[in-house]
C-alpha cells in the first residue's frame, strides 16, 4: 500500500512497492487504485480470499487493463479490497474488513468493488479499476455516489485477472466525476466501435422503474422525468423470469471458472458464498440450455430496442442499507438489486452510472444502459443529460 494513511481501510495492506508509469499521456497526475483481482507487478494478488493469497507469488507483469492506464500517466497507489473471490454485492469480506463507505459510514459500501470504490469516494484515489459480473461496480457506484462504466462485454482485456462467470465478466473504472471517467475510459479503450448519434432516442424502461420505492424513483424522475423519452418495457417475458435465466447462466459460469478452487482447496465457504456455490452445482444441462435460449432472446430483445436509443434506467433499488440490518435485509436484498443489475450483464451492455441524490441519508444513483460498442459516448451523453457541479 503506498497511501500512507488509509482511514477508510480502502487498501489491502501490502508493503508498498512503486509500479512504474508513464510521465507523460492523458492520465498523467492522477492517481489509480487497482482491486485485488488484478495482477500488478511486484504484488501479490490476492482475490479477497486468504487461500487465494497465501499460494500467490509476486506477478511479474501487471495485467493488461492495468498496463494501459499506467502507460497513459496514471500512477498506482495502492490494491483494493474486495468481497472474497469477487461472489457478493455488498462489501463485505469477512477475513479482511469492511471498506467504510465515506458518504454513508454507517451503511455497506457495495461490492465486490468496494474498495475501489471507497478509494475514489475517499479522495484516496482519482480514478480505480474494478470488476463487474453481477454488479460489482455499479452497485457501489451508486452507494458511495461516485461515478461508474460497466463496459461492453469483451471490450476490456481481462488478462492476469481471477475469472468468476466469464460470459460476465467485465474490467470496469470509477470515477468522482464524469469528466475523468470519460477520461479514463479513453485510455483504456479503442474509440467507440458504435457510437451514439449526436441525439439518440431515450427510453423510459417502465418495467425497471415500477420496481422502485417513492423515494428513489423520485430521484430518478428528478434527474431523467422531464427529458422527451418513449416509454419500454425491457423484459419480455417479466422481471422474473430474466433474473431466473442470469442465475442460472451465471452459476454455470462460476461452476466451470471458480468451483473446482473452492472445492479443491477446501476454503471455509462465508454466508451467501455457501448458497451460490451449492447452486452452481445443482445444475443439470437442460436447465443451462433453457437459461441460455432465455438469455439470447432476452440479448436479441435489448439489441433491437436500442438501435440509436439509451435506456434511462435506475442502477439499483434502494439506497445502501444499514451495516447492523437484520439478516432478512442481507438475505433479500440482492436479489431485489440483481433483478435491476441484470439488464446490462445478461444483454452484455455497457452501463453508465452516476450520482443524482439521497435517499435515507445515503447516496442514490442513477444510469444510462446503451448498445455495444457506445461506452465513451455512454459517458459523454451522461455528462450532458445531468451536468456536475462546477468543481
Not at 474488513?97 to 468493488?113: K, L, Q
Not at 436479441?300 to 434511462?312: I, N, P
Not at 435485509?329 to 441524490?357: E, K, N, S, T
Request: glycine share 10%.
Amino acid at each position: 500500500m503506498l497511501i500512507e494513511k488509509d482511514a477508510y481501510h480502502a487498501f489491502m495492506p501490502y508493503p508498498a512497492i512503486e509500479v512504474e508509469n508513464a510521465t507523460e499521456g492523458p492520465l498523467a497526475g492522477l492517481t489509480l487504485a487497482v482491486k485485488d483481482l488484478f495482477d500488478v507487478r511486484g504484488y501479490r494478488t490476492g482475490c479477497g480470499c486468504p487461500l487465494k493469497l497465501a499460494a500467490a507469488t509476486d506477478a511479474e507483469t501487471s495485467a493488461p487493463a492495468v498496463q494501459r492506464l499506467l502507460d497513459a500517466g496514471a500512477r498506482f497507489v495502492g490494491k483494493t479490497h474486495t468481497d472474497e473471490l469477487a461472489w457478493a454485492l455488498y462489501g463485505i469480506n469477512a477475513h479482511f474488513g469492511t471498506p467504510v463507505n465515506p458518504r454513508a459510514p454507517d451503511r455497506i459500501p457495495g461490492g465486490s468493488s468496494s474498495g475501489s470504490a471507497v478509494a475514489v469516494a475517499a479522495g484516496l484515489a482519482d480514478i480505480a479499476l474494478g470488476t463487474d459480473t453481477g454488479g460489482s461496480i455499479r452497485a457501489p457506484s451508486s452507494f458511495c455516489g461516485i461515478w461508474g462504466l460497466r463496459p461492453t462485454h469483451g471490450r476490456v482485456p481481462l488478462g492476469g485477472a481471477m475469472a468468476l462467470a466469464p460470459s460476465y465478466d467485465t474490467a470496469g473504472l470509477l470515477a468522482r466525476d464524469g469528466a475523468t471517467l470519460l477520461q479514463a475510459a479513453g485510455a483504456l479503450m479503442e474509440p467507440d466501435p458504435v457510437p451514439l448519434p449526436e441525439i439518440p432516442d431515450l427510453l423510459w424502461p417502465a418495467d425497471m422503474v415500477a420496481q422502485l420505492d417513492e423515494a428513489p424513483r423520485a430521484v430518478l424522475e428528478a434527474a431523467f422525468g422531464t427529458m422527451p423519452s418513449r416509454e419500454v418495457e425491457v423484459y419480455p417475458e417479466g422481471a422474473a423470469a430474466a433474473y431466473a435465466a442470469y442465475l442460472v447462466t451465471n452459476g454455470a459460469d462460476a461452476r466451470d471458472a471458480v468451483l473446482p478452487f473452492i472445492r479443491g482447496s477446501g476454503m471455509p465457504l462465508v454466508r451467501g458464498i455457501d448458497g451460490r456455490a451449492a447452486a452452481a452445482e445443482a445444475l443439470d444441462d437442460a436447465e443451462i440450455d433453457r437459461a441460455r435460449a432465455t438469455r439470447h432472446a432476452f440479448t436479441a430483445h435489448l439489441e433491437e430496442m436500442l438501435v440509436d436509443a439509451v435506456l434511462l434506467a435506475p442502477a439499483v433499488h434502494a439506497a445502501p442499507f444499514a451495516l447492523d440490518a437484520p439478516v432478512e435485509v442481507f438475505d433479500g436484498f440482492r436479489h431485489d438489486a440483481m433483478r435491476l443489475l441484470c439488464v446490462a450483464g445478461l444483454a452484455g451492455l455497457p452501463q453508465v452510472v452516476l450520482p443524482a441524490g439521497v435517499v435515507e441519508g445515503a447516496p442514490y444513483g442513477v444510469s444510462l444502459i446503451g448498445p455495444r460498442g457506445s461506452d465513451l459516448s455512454l459517458i459523454a451523453l451522461a455528462r450532458s443529460l445531468v451536468p456536475e457541479p462546477q468543481q
